[in-house]
């Protein structure tokens, strides 16, 4: 395997994170970049923005190498530090939002971040208090010396303020001019585009989040998309969507950097200031899920914009509660032309991608045709043998783009090829007679809640914590808006007593709030197999007759 994608890839030139802002400010200078709030650059003020936090980064110490970690909302600061770590050789570590004090901890031990980036206040959250929380920051001075993260030098915050125990960034950025041009562009020549440039971290089937490892071949991928769906420097991408999330960063946060195209950045997804950007700035290209989707619909019909700039994007449409919404989308967002695609972290976005002159069944119905540099078929998993078409079976895919691996799970990496190299992804999918494919769900236990990847067996780990707790399932309940929600299943311990309420409080600021069961179900004794494992099938259809009755 590993010869054949070299085979197919060395002909690509090899290109580098670091290297694009240049890029771009050499043939789109003047042309604006990023709109971020009253926040507006120039591909040229980018660079400059991004060449200077560069420079910052290595007066706070970071080496060529180090892990960091950015547990960031989404603002211009973002871009700066996603295309500086690059440049500097530095792998970046993107750190979902919504992650708490478990969640951080896990996260910072397991990537050996040398350095975490990230908020003192951002809305109601008080980052700072988690990270306290979570690591012992020193009373003076900003080096950490936490035996807990042998690995973590410092903790940088953004913000105005300055706090004991951290670095600020401001100050930060004052000291770059202590880091000349020529060593800058020393340590940017240092770095190979087979290095890592990333670790983005995605739930699995072992209990907890596996750091998924790219290099920069990335770019081949968003490069031949970005071909494929007509992106030039004549676009204006609405970016709503998070950058520590695959879709955002390689979407919106590559694809500008890649195209020219500019991008509307804003900090959460709100529909009706997403539309009143599209009218507003004339953007021409927008992503999303079947929740974004079906919000925006929702804010179009109820107050109609000119939407007429709007041209395309991904909408993930294959699975049979989504087609819908997709057909719904396409009436209400005219002259959106929506395109369904595949991706996982793993693989990268748009393995499979629907093209701009499909119709609307292959559109809005198939998750699209297979990109170039991407094998993929459905096996029947337990034989491994082809299905027919139509047949459903778990989706394999071989490509130039897949990981590097799963950060220091070397066991969890050999385990997810087969013998012949095919990248077994879980998914369940069906091919077409035309070669399209239709994404159908998952094999595995794994929930998708709102778009979010949420493994059952990491909240049950958390359940299970508690000192009332004997046994605990996390199933997958439908739910209109966020396609599927956790429901936890509670067993309590001989003489131990719990209330509903309790079990759903115990995971409040400890776990990201996607995690969260929204319900809470109480059983004398958890329905098993022979062999004493938990028949979730039950718990399922339990769940069902009983809440979605209510």
Same mark, same amino acid.
């Given at each position: 395997m590993e010869e054949q994608a070299a085979a197919v890839a060395d002909w690509y030139p090899k290109r580098r994170f670091g290297d694009l802002p240049d890029d771009m400010a050499r043939r789109f200078g003047s042309r604006e970049a990023l709109v971020f709030k009253d926040e507006r650059f120039t591909f040229a003020q980018l660079r400059d923005e991004i060449r200077r936090a560069a420079k910052a980064l290595m007066a706070l110490g970071v080496e060529k190498g180090d892990h960091v970690s950015l547990w960031l909302n989404n603002r211009s600061e973002w871009m700066f530090f996603m295309y500086a770590l690059a440049k500097i050789?530095?792998?970046?570590?993107?750190?979902?939002?919504?992650?708490?004090?478990?969640?951080?901890?896990?996260?910072?031990?397991?990537s050996d971040s040398a350095m975490l980036i990230t908020h003192d206040v951002s809305g109601p959250i008080d980052y700072l208090a988690i990270v306290r929380e979570v690591v012992a920051l020193p009373s003076t001075g900003d080096s950490v010396d936490d035996p807990s993260f042998p690995a973590l030098k410092r903790v940088a915050i953004v913000g105005a303020g300055e706090y004991a125990g951290t670095a600020s960034w401001q100050a930060a950025l004052g000291r770059a001019?202590?880091?000349?041009d020529d060593a800058l562009d020393a340590r940017a020549a240092s770095v190979h585009p087979d290095d890592p440039v990333f670790i983005m971290y995605t739930s699995g089937t072992t209990g907890?989040?596996? %750091?998924?490892?790219?290099?920069?071949?990335?770019?081949?991928?968003?490069? +031949?998309?970005?071909?494929?769906?007509?992106?030039? +420097?004549? =676009?204006?991408?609405?970016n709503y969507l998070p950058l520590f999330h695959a879709f955002g960063y390689s979407e919106a946060a590559l694809m500008s950097m890649l195209t020219g195209a500019r991008q509307l950045l804003t900090e959460t997804f709100n529909p009706d200031q997403?539309? =009143?950007l599209v009218e507003r700035e004339r953007a021409t290209i927008a992503h999303g899920f079947?929740?974004?989707?079906?919000?925006?619909? *929702?804010?179009?019909?109820?107050?109609?914009? *000119?939407?007429?700039?709007?041209?395309? %994007?991904i909408f993930a449409a294959g699975t049979h509660s989504a087609t819908p919404i997709a057909y719904r989308?396409?009436?209400?967002?005219?002259?959106?032309?929506?395109?369904?695609?595949?991706?996982?972290? +793993?693989?990268?976005? %748009? &393995?499979?991608?629907?093209?701009?002159? *499909? =119709?609307?069944p292959h559109r809005l119905e198939s998750s699209g045709y297979p990109a170039p540099g991407y094998e993929i078929k459905v096996v029947d998993p337990e034989t491994g043998k082809e299905s027919p078409q139509g047949v459903p079976g778990e989706l394999r895919v071989r490509s130039y783009a897949l990981m590097l691996g799963y950060y220091k799970k070397p066991k969890e990496t050999a385990e997810s090829y087969d013998q012949d190299g095919w990248f077994i992804t879980g998914d369940m999918a069906e091919r077409q007679a035309d070669g399209y494919f239709r994404f159908l769900g998952r094999f595995k236990d794994m929930l998708k809640v709102g778009g979010e990847n949420v493994d059952p067996m990491e909240v049950e780990g958390l359940l299970l914590e508690h000192p009332a707790v004997q046994q605990a399932a996390v199933v997958g309940l439908p739910d209109v808006r966020l396609?599927?929600?956790?429901?936890?299943?509670?067993?309590?311990?001989?003489?131990?007593?719990?209330?509903?309420? =309790?079990?759903?409080?115990?995971?409040? %600021?400890?776990?990201?709030?996607?995690?969260?069961?929204?319900?809470?179900?109480?059983?004398?004794?958890?329905?098993?197999? &022979?062999?004493?494992?938990?028949?979730?099938? +039950?718990?399922?259809?339990?769940?069902?007759?009983?809440?979605?009755?209510?």
């Amino acid at each position: 395997m590993e010869e054949q994608a070299a085979a197919v890839a060395d002909w690509y030139p090899k290109r580098r994170f670091g290297d694009l802002p240049d890029d771009m400010a050499r043939r789109f200078g003047s042309r604006e970049a990023l709109v971020f709030k009253d926040e507006r650059f120039t591909f040229a003020q980018l660079r400059d923005e991004i060449r200077r936090a560069a420079k910052a980064l290595m007066a706070l110490g970071v080496e060529k190498g180090d892990h960091v970690s950015l547990w960031l909302n989404n603002r211009s600061e973002w871009m700066f530090f996603m295309y500086a770590l690059a440049k500097i050789g530095a792998v970046q570590v993107p750190v979902n939002t919504r992650f708490r004090s478990h969640d951080l901890d896990y996260v910072l031990r397991q990537s050996d971040s040398a350095m975490l980036i990230t908020h003192d206040v951002s809305g109601p959250i008080d980052y700072l208090a988690i990270v306290r929380e979570v690591v012992a920051l020193p009373s003076t001075g900003d080096s950490v010396d936490d035996p807990s993260f042998p690995a973590l030098k410092r903790v940088a915050i953004v913000g105005a303020g300055e706090y004991a125990g951290t670095a600020s960034w401001q100050a930060a950025l004052g000291r770059a001019r202590e880091v000349t041009d020529d060593a800058l562009d020393a340590r940017a020549a240092s770095v190979h585009p087979d290095d890592p440039v990333f670790i983005m971290y995605t739930s699995g089937t072992t209990g907890f989040p596996k %750091g998924v490892v790219h290099s920069h071949k990335l770019i081949r991928n968003v490069e +031949e998309r970005a071909f494929r769906m007509a992106i030039t +420097e004549r =676009d204006t991408i609405l970016n709503y969507l998070p950058l520590f999330h695959a879709f955002g960063y390689s979407e919106a946060a590559l694809m500008s950097m890649l195209t020219g195209a500019r991008q509307l950045l804003t900090e959460t997804f709100n529909p009706d200031q997403a539309l =009143d950007l599209v009218e507003r700035e004339r953007a021409t290209i927008a992503h999303g899920f079947e929740a974004h989707l079906q919000g925006l619909s *929702d804010a179009q019909e109820a107050k109609p914009r *000119d939407l007429s700039s709007l041209r395309t %994007g991904i909408f993930a449409a294959g699975t049979h509660s989504a087609t819908p919404i997709a057909y719904r989308g396409s009436r209400s967002l005219k002259p959106l032309k929506a395109l369904s695609a595949f991706g996982m972290t +793993e693989v990268w976005v %748009g &393995a499979c991608l629907s093209a701009l002159d *499909d =119709d609307e069944p292959h559109r809005l119905e198939s998750s699209g045709y297979p990109a170039p540099g991407y094998e993929i078929k459905v096996v029947d998993p337990e034989t491994g043998k082809e299905s027919p078409q139509g047949v459903p079976g778990e989706l394999r895919v071989r490509s130039y783009a897949l990981m590097l691996g799963y950060y220091k799970k070397p066991k969890e990496t050999a385990e997810s090829y087969d013998q012949d190299g095919w990248f077994i992804t879980g998914d369940m999918a069906e091919r077409q007679a035309d070669g399209y494919f239709r994404f159908l769900g998952r094999f595995k236990d794994m929930l998708k809640v709102g778009g979010e990847n949420v493994d059952p067996m990491e909240v049950e780990g958390l359940l299970l914590e508690h000192p009332a707790v004997q046994q605990a399932a996390v199933v997958g309940l439908p739910d209109v808006r966020l396609a599927e929600v956790p429901v936890a299943f509670v067993e309590c311990k001989p003489g131990a007593t719990i209330e509903a309420d =309790d079990v759903l409080a115990y995971c409040r %600021g400890k776990v990201a709030s996607f995690k969260i069961p929204r319900h809470a179900v109480l059983v004398d004794a958890m329905p098993m197999t &022979a062999s004493g494992k938990i028949r979730k099938v +039950e718990l399922r259809a339990q769940a069902r007759a009983q809440l979605l009755s209510d």
